[in-house]
């Protein structure tokens, strides 16, 4: 539902400007939901009329300026209080105003009604990276995905940040190891808040972008039309890494996302609807991951989550690999290990204070852990 009488000037503008944006990138991003497309054209079409009045009164300006200067004999006229003049330089100031706001006022509404979602997301900003959680809701999709939460690094490599002679990958700093998935045509409602500083999640072919702010929830929404991966970064200027936790959205259709969806609740031990029915019994699934899969996960989330700590052995963290710290503790027997790892002992917070880490992660990196230590 484009407004028709504003087209037009869309159309005309990015005619011209098309070849810029291919260039250089000028231009707004190419938009690919309804909200971005507004918004792409509410930019057209104030630029336009900027454009226009800045062309009329500087015109005005500069050819009374040079026609009738002094110098060719014009003498300046004394005139106060024209009430019809004043009437007119406010009346017409209005109605371009109001020209302008009721367009944007239209979409900043449709951008702010995040009801009646098909899927609710929770991101998360954290100093440096997101992570996702799919949080139990209503809608389309309830009960697909719940419970699923992972965190998504930047996947380039640094000595391509730091090291002038390596070459660039094709999508430098806008890469993640584990990309946000959402099923196409679907309404997915994204609550942002953060662990730590200021974030924002900003994805602008989408036309979302809202701060992350720790101790608040905030809400966007997106619906994405095609099929494919988009790309965003944290948009917050102050803190020196925010430029290094870029956004990946994968849209897949929705078969796809349901099969995404059941197998990450299997490898990660969420309790999503379908896997909790068909497994045997629903603790199997974090079992699982600790047995089998887990010195490969565990790494992972220990050098993510638990190595700042344990590496070093700060503040009487038993550092990992010191035999003499740690044979007393596996002596009590991994479910005890397990259990203070997951509830915290001491100055440990629970979960080495990453609390959207699942048990089943958690439990794979306390693995990690004893198998370095043994
Ligand atoms: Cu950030």
């Avoid at 942002?192 to 036309?207: E, K, L, M, Q, Y």
Wanted: aromatic fraction near 10%; proline fraction near 4%; charge should be neutral.
């Amino acid at each position: 539902m484009a407004s028709t009488t504003k087209n037009w000037v869309t159309a005309v503008a990015a005619a011209t400007w098309a070849g810029n944006a291919a260039a250089g990138n000028l231009n707004l991003q190419e938009p690919t939901t309804t909200i971005a497309a507004q918004i792409y054209s509410l930019h057209t079409y104030i630029m336009v009329v900027c454009v226009v009045i800045f062309v009329l009164v500087f015109g005005a300006m500069f050819y009374s300026i040079f026609k009738h200067r002094k110098s060719v004999g014009h003498k300046a006229a004394h005139f106060h209080e024209n009430t019809t003049v004043e009437i007119i330089w406010t009346v017409i100031p209005f109605l371009i105003l109001l020209g302008m706001a009721a367009p944007a006022t239209k979409t900043i509404l449709a951008m702010k009604d995040t009801s009646n979602a098909d899927i609710t997301i929770k991101a998360v900003g954290y100093q440096w990276k997101w992570g996702y959680e799919y949080v139990r809701g209503e809608g389309d999709l309830a009960g697909v995905s719940d419970g699923i939460q992972f965190y998504s690094n930047l996947s380039t490599t640094k000595d391509q940040i730091y090291d002038k002679s390596v070459k660039k990958s094709e999508n430098y700093l806008l890469e993640v190891d584990n990309p946000l998935v959402v099923p196409v045509g679907k309404k997915v409602r994204i609550l942002t808040t953060a662990n730590d500083v200021i974030h924002a999640f900003w994805v602008p072919s989408f036309g979302v972008k809202q701060d992350a702010i720790p101790g608040f929830i905030r809400d966007t929404w997106f619906t994405a039309e095609q099929t494919g991966e988009f790309r965003g970064q944290c948009a917050e200027l102050c803190g020196k890494e925010h430029g290094f936790m870029p956004i990946v959205v994968k849209v897949v259709t929705v078969d796809e996302f349901k099969a995404w969806a059941a197998k990450q609740a299997k490898d990660t031990g969420a309790p999503a609807a379908e896997t909790a029915a068909a497994a045997p019994a629903p603790q199997a699934a974090p079992e699982k991951v600790a047995a089998a899969g887990g010195a490969a996960d565990g790494k992972k989330t220990f050098e993510g989550a638990c190595a700042a700590c344990h590496m070093t052995g700060v503040a009487g963290a038993p550092k990992v690999g010191e035999k003499a710290a740690w044979a007393p503790r596996l002596a009590q027997g991994k479910d005890a290990l397990y259990e203070h790892a997951i509830k915290g002992k001491g100055v440990m917070p629970p979960k080495g204070g990453n609390a959207a880490l699942s048990d089943g992660e958690v439990k794979a990196a306390v693995d990690h852990m004893v198998s370095l230590s043994k």
